[in-house]
């Protein structure tokens, strides 16, 4: 059984999707060990608390700077000995030391197909670009801020109509889909880092939605059917 620990800042949406991949045995042989914010009010320590799930908070103001913040959050996170770390919106830099400590073992999530629009605000940079296809994208974490080998990508069309909400909320039900896919090939340890490239084997769940050796989701391309809005 490998333990995760998730970490999250704020409203928790893509911490809950996997709570319930987990509860429905989507994730694989893994357990959902604790959820940890660095924020008392995050709203998804609720969720997690209420599906049974240990929480803790380690607080970024109570410490002086990024780095004994970093050490005071491994420490925390150590105490559960996860196999990975997986950060759910979680909306902290992270030093290098810390993104070292658990390389290989610690995957993002981001709102944009990377390498584009890294950062924040990524659905105003997508409109502002003009491009026409969106999406997210789960990868490894490197001390690079939003960088670092890719996992999985969803990819969704953009429309003359759309705003930044209308583009969030489409990227955001695939966010869902594709961190639960992921996750669970790291369970299974499918997934071979070659530098930047992260190479998928051995055999694929017919349930998986994934194409063999794809990391590509894109359900939806060209059409609105299947965006949740
Ligand atoms: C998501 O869009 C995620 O990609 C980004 O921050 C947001 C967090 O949303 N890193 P939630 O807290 O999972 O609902």
């Not at 997690?48 to 959050?73: K, M, N, Q, S, W």
């Not at 658990?102 to 940079?125: D, E, K």
């Not at 296809?133 to 080998?149: M, R, S």
Request: proline share 5%; charged share 20%; glycine share 8%.
């Amino acid at each position: 059984m490998k333990k995760i620990v998730i970490l999250i800042s704020g409203r928790g949406s893509n911490m809950a999707a996997l709570i319930e991949a987990s509860r429905t045995g989507q994730l694989g042989a893994a357990e959902i060990v604790a959820v940890l914010a660095n924020r008392p009010d995050a709203r998804g320590l609720k969720i997690a608390a209420d599906a049974g799930i240990a929480t803790e908070v380690v607080d970024h103001r109570a410490y002086p700077d990024r780095v004994t913040f970093d050490a005071a959050l491994a420490q925390v996170i150590e105490a559960h000995a996860p196999d990975l770390v997986v950060l759910a919106g979680f909306m902290r830099i992270l030093t290098p030391a810390f993104v070292e400590r658990f390389s290989g073992r610690m995957l993002n999530i981001h709102p944009s197909l990377l390498p584009a629009f890294p950062g924040v605000n990524t659905h105003a940079q997508a409109l502002a670009a003009g491009v026409r296809i969106h999406g997210c994208t789960v990868h490894f974490v490197t001390p690079e801020l939003d960088h670092g080998p890719v996992v999985i990508q969803a990819a969704i069309p953009v429309f003359d109509d759309d705003d930044e909400s209308t583009l969030a909320e489409r990227v955001l039900a695939q966010e869902h889909v594709i961190y639960a896919q992921a996750v669970r090939c790291f369970v299974e340890e499918r997934l071979v880092i070659e530098g930047m490239q992260v190479r998928l084997v051995g055999s694929l769940q017919a349930d998986d939605g994934l194409q063999a050796s794809s990391h590509l989701h894109a359900p939806q391309l060209g059409s609105r059917a299947g965006s949740g809005v």
